[in-house]
């Protein structure tokens, strides 16, 4: 079991102007919390996994793909594979808990990461 205070992990962020914070990663998931301030646009890399982003706090628009949408504290936003997709007009800084599935492909985004950070330790 793995618990986890996201409320301390959004003040960790708010209080060294942090972005983003990896707070799970098993062989099915990843989760992180990301922090978007006001007044600025967070463009999303498009990803190999299915992606949700469940919006904690906040206000501005969010868009994926073709469509737009206005996104609040609560809403939740499902993001296909490789769908191009981006925050932006943000009104009141997004904080957002955001879950990775597994990757179906081994150039994801998440698994570059992943081998990023075994060669960071001397791994291949």
Do not use: Q, W
Not at 4 to 20: F, N, Q, R, Y
Not at 86 to 114: C, H, K, N, Q, W
């Amino acid at each position: 079991m793995t618990h986890v205070s996201i409320t301390d992990l959004c003040e960790e962020l708010e209080a060294t102007d942090g972005t983003h914070r990896e707070v799970l990663e098993t062989h099915s998931m990843t989760v992180d919390v990301g922090r978007y301030p006001s007044s600025t646009a967070a463009s999303k890399n498009p990803h190999n996994e299915d992606e949700l982003y469940y919006v904690l706090s906040g206000a501005g628009k969010l868009r994926v793909g073709d469509e737009t949408y206005d996104v609040e504290g609560g809403d939740l936003v499902y993001v296909e594979p490789e769908m191009e997709h981006d925050f932006f007009a943000i009104e009141e800084a997004i904080t957002v808990l955001i879950v990775f599935g597994s990757a179906t492909d081994p150039t994801s985004y998440g698994i570059r990461r992943a081998a990023e950070h075994a060669s960071d330790r001397g791994e291949e």
